[in-house]
């Protein structure tokens, strides 16, 4: 497949040039859920894949990834006041 995977059947690295990198559908960070319909839950990915297959269907649980933060530029200080008091003065 071309994927380098840690203990959680997370994607650490795309080997270039395999089957995964071509294709294109795992990007590092990718958890694979299950394959074939077969939930991993603690299991390694090598210990449920048949290898006399050539194609599997796999459930790939995807994090969305956040844009870096822009750094503030001031403008000045703002201030505000809050009163959650209903009467009013």
Known sequence: LGLELD?????????KGGAADV????KVGDTIAS???VPLRGKLL????DRGKAAYSFD???T???PPLKPETKT???RRALSFDRKRR
């Open 35 to 37: 394959v074939d319909c």
């Open 64 to 66: 969305p990834q956040t």
């Open 60 to 62: 790939v649980w995807r």
């Open 7 to 15: 203990e959680t059947n997370t994607v650490v690295n795309i080997v």
């Open 76 to 78: 000045g200080t703002l």
């Open 46 to 49: 090598q210990e449920v894949m």
């Open 23 to 26: 294709q294109g559908h795992f």
